[in-house]
T-cell receptor, first 114, second 114 residues
Framework: AQSVTQLGSHVSVSEGALVLLRCNYS??????LFWYVQYPNQGLQLLLK??????LVKGINGFEAEFKKSETSFHLTKPSAHMSDAAEYFC????????????FGTGTRLTIIP | NAGVTQTPKFQVLKTGQSMTLQCAQD?????MYWYRQDPGMGLRLIYY???????DKGEVPNGYNVSRLNKREFSLRLESAAPSQTSVYFC?????????????FGPGTRLTVL
Protein backbone atom coordinates (compact mmCIF):
# COMPACT_ATOMS: atom_id res chain seq x y z
CA ALA A 1 0.00 0.00 0.00
CA GLN A 2 1.12 3.53 -0.70
CA SER A 3 0.71 6.67 1.37
CA VAL A 4 1.94 10.25 1.43
CA THR A 5 2.52 12.63 4.29
CA GLN A 6 2.42 16.37 3.78
CA LEU A 7 4.26 18.25 6.50
CA GLY A 8 2.53 21.48 7.42
CA SER A 9 -1.17 21.96 6.81
CA HIS A 10 -0.60 25.71 6.42
CA VAL A 11 2.40 27.49 4.93
CA SER A 12 2.79 31.26 4.58
CA VAL A 13 5.44 32.93 2.45
CA SER A 14 6.04 36.49 1.36
CA GLU A 15 5.50 37.47 -2.24
CA GLY A 16 8.77 36.90 -4.10
CA ALA A 17 10.09 34.40 -1.55
CA LEU A 18 10.86 30.71 -2.10
CA VAL A 19 7.94 28.32 -1.87
CA LEU A 20 8.71 24.89 -0.38
CA LEU A 21 5.89 22.39 0.24
CA ARG A 22 6.95 19.06 1.68
CA CYS A 23 5.75 15.60 0.71
CA ASN A 24 7.14 12.26 1.88
CA TYR A 25 5.88 8.99 0.51
CA SER A 26 5.71 5.42 1.67
CA UNK A 27 5.56 2.71 -0.92
CA UNK A 28 6.58 -0.93 -1.17
CA UNK A 29 7.20 -0.49 -4.89
CA UNK A 30 8.69 2.39 -6.90
CA UNK A 31 5.93 4.98 -6.92
CA UNK A 32 4.41 7.43 -9.30
CA LEU A 33 4.00 10.81 -7.59
CA PHE A 34 1.79 13.77 -8.37
CA TRP A 35 1.20 17.32 -7.17
CA TYR A 36 -2.24 18.84 -7.65
CA VAL A 37 -3.39 22.38 -6.92
CA GLN A 38 -6.87 23.45 -5.85
CA TYR A 39 -7.88 27.09 -6.13
CA PRO A 40 -10.78 28.28 -3.99
CA ASN A 41 -14.11 26.71 -4.93
CA GLN A 42 -12.61 24.76 -7.80
CA GLY A 43 -11.62 21.20 -8.58
CA LEU A 44 -8.05 19.91 -8.56
CA GLN A 45 -5.70 20.38 -11.47
CA LEU A 46 -2.39 18.68 -12.11
CA LEU A 47 0.78 20.70 -11.44
CA LEU A 48 3.29 17.99 -12.27
CA LYS A 49 3.96 14.27 -12.03
CA UNK A 50 6.91 11.94 -11.59
CA UNK A 51 6.77 8.78 -13.67
CA UNK A 52 10.44 7.68 -13.34
CA UNK A 53 11.67 9.38 -16.53
CA UNK A 54 13.58 12.15 -14.70
CA UNK A 55 14.00 12.90 -11.01
CA LEU A 56 13.56 16.67 -11.44
CA VAL A 57 10.12 17.39 -12.78
CA LYS A 58 8.98 20.76 -14.05
CA GLY A 59 5.33 21.68 -13.96
CA ILE A 60 3.03 24.53 -14.75
CA ASN A 61 3.22 28.04 -13.26
CA GLY A 62 6.95 27.77 -12.50
CA PHE A 63 6.68 24.90 -10.02
CA GLU A 64 9.05 21.97 -9.91
CA ALA A 65 9.62 18.93 -7.71
CA GLU A 66 12.52 16.57 -7.19
CA PHE A 67 12.12 12.86 -6.54
CA LYS A 68 14.64 11.72 -3.91
CA LYS A 69 14.48 8.01 -3.34
CA SER A 70 16.99 8.07 -0.47
CA GLU A 71 14.80 10.54 1.42
CA THR A 72 11.45 9.15 0.15
CA SER A 73 10.54 12.74 -0.67
CA PHE A 74 8.92 14.68 -3.48
CA HIS A 75 8.95 18.28 -2.29
CA LEU A 76 7.37 21.03 -4.39
CA THR A 77 9.26 24.28 -4.93
CA LYS A 78 8.94 27.59 -6.72
CA PRO A 79 11.74 30.17 -6.62
CA SER A 80 9.54 33.24 -6.30
CA ALA A 81 6.01 33.22 -4.92
CA HIS A 82 3.25 35.14 -6.63
CA MET A 83 -0.06 36.21 -5.15
CA SER A 84 -1.84 33.93 -7.62
CA ASP A 85 -0.12 30.89 -6.04
CA ALA A 86 -2.40 31.09 -3.01
CA ALA A 87 -4.25 27.76 -3.05
CA GLU A 88 -4.30 24.31 -1.49
CA TYR A 89 -1.75 21.81 -2.73
CA PHE A 90 -2.08 18.05 -2.62
CA CYS A 91 0.58 15.41 -3.04
CA UNK A 92 -0.60 12.01 -4.31
CA UNK A 93 0.94 8.60 -4.96
CA UNK A 94 0.08 5.53 -6.98
CA UNK A 95 1.82 2.26 -7.62
CA UNK A 96 3.05 0.85 -10.89
CA UNK A 97 0.44 -1.72 -11.67
CA UNK A 98 -2.32 -0.96 -14.11
CA UNK A 99 -5.45 0.57 -12.64
CA UNK A 100 -3.65 1.76 -9.55
CA UNK A 101 -5.63 4.34 -7.65
CA UNK A 102 -4.36 7.66 -6.38
CA UNK A 103 -3.83 8.11 -2.65
CA PHE A 104 -3.84 11.76 -1.61
CA GLY A 105 -2.14 13.56 1.24
CA THR A 106 -4.10 15.80 3.57
CA GLY A 107 -3.12 18.97 1.73
CA THR A 108 -1.13 22.15 2.44
CA ARG A 109 -2.80 25.53 2.26
CA LEU A 110 -0.38 28.13 0.88
CA THR A 111 -0.90 31.77 1.82
CA ILE A 112 1.06 34.54 0.12
CA ILE A 113 1.84 37.63 2.19
CA PRO A 114 1.96 40.84 0.15
CA ASN B 1 -14.70 20.75 -24.67
CA ALA B 2 -16.22 21.11 -21.18
CA GLY B 3 -14.01 18.48 -19.49
CA VAL B 4 -15.63 17.02 -16.38
CA THR B 5 -18.97 18.51 -15.35
CA GLN B 6 -20.91 17.89 -12.14
CA THR B 7 -24.45 18.69 -11.10
CA PRO B 8 -25.67 20.11 -8.84
CA LYS B 9 -23.07 22.56 -7.51
CA PHE B 10 -24.74 22.83 -4.11
CA GLN B 11 -27.32 20.72 -2.30
CA VAL B 12 -28.88 20.67 1.14
CA LEU B 13 -30.60 17.49 2.29
CA LYS B 14 -32.36 16.38 5.43
CA THR B 15 -31.26 13.20 7.15
CA GLY B 16 -32.81 10.20 5.42
CA GLN B 17 -33.40 11.87 2.07
CA SER B 18 -31.88 10.44 -1.08
CA MET B 19 -30.21 12.09 -4.00
CA THR B 20 -28.02 11.40 -7.02
CA LEU B 21 -24.94 13.38 -7.95
CA GLN B 22 -24.33 13.49 -11.66
CA CYS B 23 -20.97 13.50 -13.44
CA ALA B 24 -20.19 13.58 -17.14
CA GLN B 25 -16.98 13.86 -19.16
CA ASP B 26 -16.53 14.65 -22.83
CA UNK B 27 -12.89 13.59 -23.19
CA UNK B 28 -13.61 9.98 -24.20
CA UNK B 29 -11.98 8.78 -21.00
CA UNK B 30 -12.34 5.18 -19.90
CA UNK B 31 -11.93 5.51 -16.13
CA MET B 32 -14.03 7.60 -13.77
CA TYR B 33 -13.85 8.24 -10.02
CA TRP B 34 -15.82 9.68 -7.14
CA TYR B 35 -14.01 11.30 -4.20
CA ARG B 36 -15.09 13.14 -1.11
CA GLN B 37 -13.06 15.96 0.40
CA ASP B 38 -13.24 16.73 4.11
CA PRO B 39 -11.16 19.30 6.03
CA GLY B 40 -7.81 17.91 7.11
CA MET B 41 -8.39 14.58 5.37
CA GLY B 42 -7.50 15.25 1.75
CA LEU B 43 -9.46 13.38 -0.89
CA ARG B 44 -10.73 9.90 -0.26
CA LEU B 45 -11.91 7.56 -2.99
CA ILE B 46 -15.53 6.42 -2.71
CA TYR B 47 -16.01 4.36 -5.88
CA TYR B 48 -14.41 4.09 -9.25
CA UNK B 49 -15.09 2.64 -12.67
CA UNK B 50 -12.04 1.46 -14.57
CA UNK B 51 -14.05 1.07 -17.75
CA UNK B 52 -17.62 1.15 -18.97
CA UNK B 53 -19.59 -1.64 -17.34
CA UNK B 54 -17.38 -2.04 -14.28
CA UNK B 55 -17.44 -0.43 -10.85
CA ASP B 56 -15.38 -1.06 -7.72
CA LYS B 57 -15.31 0.14 -4.14
CA GLY B 58 -12.75 2.61 -2.98
CA GLU B 59 -11.66 3.58 0.51
CA VAL B 60 -15.01 4.86 1.87
CA PRO B 61 -17.91 3.22 -0.03
CA ASN B 62 -20.40 2.74 2.81
CA GLY B 63 -23.65 4.63 2.30
CA TYR B 64 -23.09 5.17 -1.42
CA ASN B 65 -23.92 3.46 -4.68
CA VAL B 66 -22.75 4.23 -8.19
CA SER B 67 -23.85 3.67 -11.75
CA ARG B 68 -21.68 3.87 -14.85
CA LEU B 69 -24.51 4.75 -17.17
CA ASN B 70 -22.35 4.83 -20.29
CA LYS B 71 -18.81 5.83 -21.15
CA ARG B 72 -19.51 9.51 -20.47
CA GLU B 73 -21.55 9.40 -17.27
CA PHE B 74 -20.89 8.15 -13.75
CA SER B 75 -23.44 8.91 -11.03
CA LEU B 76 -23.18 8.69 -7.24
CA ARG B 77 -26.29 7.94 -5.18
CA LEU B 78 -26.93 8.50 -1.51
CA GLU B 79 -29.90 6.31 -0.59
CA SER B 80 -30.44 7.64 2.93
CA ALA B 81 -28.31 10.69 3.64
CA ALA B 82 -26.60 11.11 7.01
CA PRO B 83 -24.89 14.18 8.52
CA SER B 84 -21.56 12.31 8.21
CA GLN B 85 -21.97 12.57 4.44
CA THR B 86 -21.73 16.35 4.55
CA SER B 87 -18.74 16.96 2.31
CA VAL B 88 -17.53 18.23 -1.03
CA TYR B 89 -17.77 15.57 -3.72
CA PHE B 90 -15.48 15.49 -6.72
CA CYS B 91 -15.77 13.43 -9.84
CA UNK B 92 -12.65 12.71 -11.89
CA UNK B 93 -11.78 10.88 -15.08
CA UNK B 94 -8.68 9.64 -16.86
CA UNK B 95 -8.12 8.22 -20.30
CA UNK B 96 -6.77 4.87 -19.21
CA UNK B 97 -6.51 3.02 -15.96
CA UNK B 98 -2.73 3.31 -16.27
CA UNK B 99 -1.08 4.73 -13.19
CA UNK B 100 0.77 7.45 -15.08
CA UNK B 101 -2.33 8.93 -16.62
CA UNK B 102 -3.50 12.28 -15.29
CA UNK B 103 -6.84 12.46 -13.53
CA UNK B 104 -9.03 15.41 -14.50
CA PHE B 105 -11.39 16.76 -11.88
CA GLY B 106 -14.79 18.37 -12.00
CA PRO B 107 -15.63 21.53 -10.04
CA GLY B 108 -17.27 19.67 -7.17
CA THR B 109 -20.65 19.39 -5.44
CA ARG B 110 -20.96 20.86 -1.96
CA LEU B 111 -23.43 18.73 0.00
CA THR B 112 -24.84 19.54 3.41
CA VAL B 113 -26.94 17.00 5.30
CA LEU B 114 -28.93 18.43 8.19
Amino acid sequence: AQSVTQLGSHVSVSEGALVLLRCNYSSSVPPYLFWYVQYPNQGLQLLLKYTSAATLVKGINGFEAEFKKSETSFHLTKPSAHMSDAAEYFCAVSGLRGNEKLTFGTGTRLTIIP
Amino acid sequence: NAGVTQTPKFQVLKTGQSMTLQCAQDMNHNSMYWYRQDPGMGLRLIYYSASEGTTDKGEVPNGYNVSRLNKREFSLRLESAAPSQTSVYFCASRKLAASTDTQYFGPGTRLTVL
